[in-house]
């Protein structure tokens, strides 16, 4: 929806596994033409994009890399990029450049699309070692092309920088709703205001999607729980013994920083 | 501004320790006499309603106690229930009933002010032992003439109820956004998506406020924050120990809760 929004005269061609959503596609002169073969899909493709889940890129890959022409490359969504790229670079080569969109939300579906989800989104994009600069200039120009304010880092970075910003919010969602749950009389939650509502907004993701990511960036995930579950029991022994001006000093330089924290996009959450 | 939109009729006299505010409010129509001394505020008052931080509002009920008249009833918006009715029964006696009306925003001020922020607003009553029944249906009609939904509990359910589902999400927006400061290179948080933004909005709260409440209701904050680092450790352990089905389980059931929560009142964060 965004690439026809931005780049109306591109031919965009879809392969999906649910053909009902290729039906729609075609439908809403979304997609020039749908395909439920991998490898019809990328025939005479310029630059192939990957949106699946990360587990299913690899055998994604695999089914239509045969069938890519000569200089086409190829660039991905997935949420994590060390797997990714460890995975995609054998089977794709030179070709491939990893991109990690900051957009979306808890909603999924085509009904859930709207053209200007990547408009001043930051978009990471992690070249692996074998990316020839061609591939990367190709992805760099696309991603840019949406919208995207464009960062360029190695997987590695990319993997701990969102484990924090991104992984760690998502699952303090899911782990403070379950929490109201274990600790409260049934319907607590019903009662929250809004600092609940947002703190859990993104626990209505799609739990299959989310386990995928939080598995497959294990080691910052772990990490990043285990520091904030540290931080939390120093914030308890704080407020134990009274240390007043230390938890005033936390909340003050949370908020000096938040306060300076970029607008979001227009529309955001839909 | 709430109470001007749905009781026209009615008469609004405000304290405010700031006479700027108090001059504003005259200018908007918004109060129809301003006083700076508390005693004269309450003079002629059928209803007192103290909205200031938890940790003046003894000091100032000693200040209006001895100027209210035989059957005013007093009510209050406290974050924190145990220890505002434990100060101020002894003050106001069979007069006094405490709530907590669950809306609000990180934003303070008049600017923030908005007629509706009541409407379907989850408000808890917690009348202590001493509140005469008169004084309760008076504070309960209060409530729900704004607009609210209205339930009723003693100050120590209250406490730890909001501990939960309030004083929780708000420390963890603080320690989310110092956690990613602490441990990400420079301007890290400025790649975010979402999912941060949301997770740490309330993060722009007044942190003296949010010191004072987490302070007032320290014993169930300290539990609430040990308890979610305990979940959050035992989050990384399953991922450590590949307990794939488990964590998705628990995915799962939040999700599934958090699809059901009631819907938002409107323009909840304009």
């Keep these: 929806m965004a690439l026809r929004a931005k780049r109306p005269s591109l031919s965009i061609t879809v392969w999906d596994r649910d053909s009902s959503t290729l039906g729609e596609l075609l439908k809403r002169g979304l997609a020039d033409r749908v395909e439920t073969d991998p490898a019809a899909a990328v025939k005479d493709a310029d630059l192939v994009v990957l949106c699946t889940p990360v587990a299913t890129m690899e055998q994604l890959a695999s089914a239509f890399a045969p069938a890519l022409s000569g200089d086409v490359v190829v660039t991905d969504t997935g949420s994590v990029k060390l797997p990714v790229v460890d995975r995609l670079t054998p089977i794709l080569g030179r070709r491939f450049v990893g ?142 013994e009274e240390k007043a001006d230390s938890l005033l000093d936390f909340l003050t330089r949370a908020k000096k920083h938040r306060d300076s924290l970029p607008l979001p996009p227009p529309e955001e959450n839909p």
């Design 99 to 240: 991109a990690h969109p900051m957009a979306g939300s808890e909603r999924s579906g085509i009904l859930a699309a709207r053209a200007n989800l990547f408009d001043s989104a930051p978009c990471i994009v992690t070249p692996g070692g074998d990316a020839s600069s061609v591939s990367l200039a190709r992805v760099e120009e696309f991603w840019t092309a949406l919208g995207c304010r464009l960062t360029r880092m190695t997987p590695c970075e990319h993997d701990k920088l969102v484990s924090r910003i991104s992984h760690l919010p998502h699952a303090l969602a899911f782990a403070l709703m379950n929490l109201v749950l274990d600790t409260l009389p049934p319907g607590a939650q019903d009662l929250a205001g809004g600092s609940f509502r947002d703190a859990t907004r993104v626990a209505m993701s799609d739990p299959t999607l989310w386990h995928g990511i939080l598995t497959e960036n294990r080691t910052e995930v772990s990490a990043a729980l285990r520091e904030m579950a540290t931080l939390l029991t120093s914030m308890a022994s704080a407020l134990g």
